[in-house]
């Protein structure tokens, strides 16, 4: 039966492809036929030439063409004889050679294949032009009768009997105006261009692919030309690179003159449709390429430099970190008897020794259980008495115990020196962040665009603002202005505001907001929204583009493959980072939560990071939905194990040391990371130093958001109900839950038409008010209630 199918399918499809050919000929036949069509007009011409010469004496051979014994003098003998005679003498005199010359052109654009639209009005011109002419010589060189022609004397002779010569030159005139009007565009400006325009549409017909000439062509062809040089002429260089419209075929019109081999299967031509649009659009951009380079976002800006080295601090540890052995061994030593205490032996110990703590690893002797180390986890991490030790049973992938002790001297990782390492400097990452060093001294190197957002916790004073520092000069030492902008929210108001120096470089925010560091927390809502609308458009730039993340689309725009005319442009990251999201959460309530969820699920493909740093992590702060989009965490040290659970779904924060000892998660694996340690002056000294370059003339501005005033999300106005009001609240009072994701779920609609419909189910009392994590109250009991609650206020 399939089978059954697929053969009549491709007989219907062979026999579309056969009308096809019927109707389009092949590329071949059109060769062929091009250039039978430039030899005949070559033929054409040598006869016209050689008639005047021979004309006279060939006359008396012009019967006698079946004569094989016959020689005309004509170069192309009685052919020539003949034709010429048709043409020259009984026909249009010395107009006729622009019969050769239009079979010329048609021969060329058949053997190159080109787009023939534009030939129809050439012959139609083309014939006119003979006319015209013939007539001409016929009423200026009666005298001549071969120079008109037989047409141009009796057409003269025609006119004259009706119109006298002065009619005859009259018409002549005129019609020589509407030739000069209509094919020369013979305005002032119009005819100054003309030249010019030849020469662009000689240029395009020929240099153009076959398959390129599309409809475009004929716009050309109109009077619109003189309108596109002036264009070219006046854009500058850079832009011009694009307003080369005409050079880019649109999609859909691009494939229809490509030519369809005979018998080919349609499903083959849809293929080489599709791969010359892939083609010639790639041509055009690497031409573009070729012309102008490829694009390069950081030009308006060529001569930033990245600060330098020397703008931070080494804190006193560049001579590494000392071992000292006898530590080393007597941590040894305890960790061996306690273990002993507990009746677990030891077959091998090794150490690992850190900035902040040094690893111990354990071998257990044979036969000792991995979960009953697990479970004295307590019991020897209090016989040890030290604080900060965390053990790690097993080490995951290793089969041995880890016990992390502190040192007694911790070292201080400076910023400098992970900055100045070879794993930061050779990053080859979206967007790098150099965090610190691991527990064997490694320098830490993260992507967060890989993240693709980061949450961040700790107690007071344990180093929160500092790491946040350090994510920042990470991304300010290895990225250009034009690459990454900066969203800073800092309800603290004093812990960023040193960024306020780079502004004009590095930061965003709303078009209408004086300050770019956001302070307010009111003020969060309307840049979270606008956030939300960044990322709506550039979705549909991706969309658009064909490609599935920022930076697909970046690349694809720098190689000149997007066209800025249709709105597409260079996109930066964008990182937005909050610190003291709990503050924000308590003062701002759930508002905030909604575009920082949203933003969370859906802003990875298009370059919106969020980084969000608490004191307070508890589970109204970072909810469910929130950690689920967050799967790169660090924990600083948190006071308690739930704190230490909320934010790394494990244990361990709380035994951390503070002062920049971590612990990083991103998914399974915990690492613990001594965090680089920049301090204020430092990043006053980079600001400063970023601050005093040439800048952009404003921040980077957001899309405008116009915020929904408190009055209107209850205004019960019935007449601005959503369309599913009515199902909406059924939905709800037969579930009684008040809900917006239900009714999202039950009737399929989006999460925000589903929030403005609760709001007005709340205006309408059906639901209560909003009541933070738990659902809402359902004010109506029944379905019966609700109808005559509906039919009430419908009165
Ligand atoms: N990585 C680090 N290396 C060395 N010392 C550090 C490090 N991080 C923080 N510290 C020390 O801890 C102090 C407090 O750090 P920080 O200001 O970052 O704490 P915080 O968590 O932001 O506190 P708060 O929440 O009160 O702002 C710093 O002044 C510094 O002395």
Redesign the pocket.
Known sequence: MAKKRTKSKSKKTATTAKKKVSFKPSKQNKIIFGSLLIVLSIALFFSFMSFYFTWQEDQSMLSQFADRNAEASNLLNKFGANVSHFFMYKGFGLASFIFPILLAITGLYLFLGLNGTRLISKWIWGLVGVIWVSVALGFFAAEFPLLGGLIGYEMNDFLQDYTGKIGVFLILIFVLMVILVRLFNFTPEGFANFFKRQKQKIKSDFNEEPSTQTTTESTLDNDEGSIELTTEDTVPEKIDTYTHKKDIPPLDEAGLDVNIPEEEESDIDLKVEETTIEEETDAKAAKLVEDFGEFDPKLELGNYKFPTLDLLEAHGASGGITINQEELEENKNRIVSTLKNYKIGIAQIKATIGPTVTLYEIVPEAGIRISKIKNLEDDIALSLAALGIRIIAPIPGKGTVGIEVPNKNAT??SMRSVIASNKFQKAEMELPIAF?KTISNETFVVDLAKMPHLLMA??????????LN?VITSLLYKKHPAEVKFILVDP?KV?LTLYNKIERHFLAKLPDSEEAIITDNTKVINTLNSLCIEMDNRYELLKSAMVRNVKEYNTKFKARKLNPNDGHKFLPYIVLVIDEFADLIMTAGKEVETPIARLAQLARAIGIHLIIAT?RPSVNVITGIIKANFPARIA?RVTSKIDSRTILDAQGADQLI???DMLYTQGNDVTRL????VDTPEVAKITDYIGSQRAYPEAHLLPEYVGEESGTSLDNDIADRDAMFREAAEVIVTAQQGSASLIQRKLKLGYNRAGRIIDQLEAAGIVGPFEGSKARQVLVPDMYSLDQLLENEAK
């Open positions: 201080i990782v610190g700790g107690a007071t004073g344990q180093g929160k603002s500092v790491g350090a603290k812990e004191q600083f503070g002062r920049g001594q965090c680089a340690f």
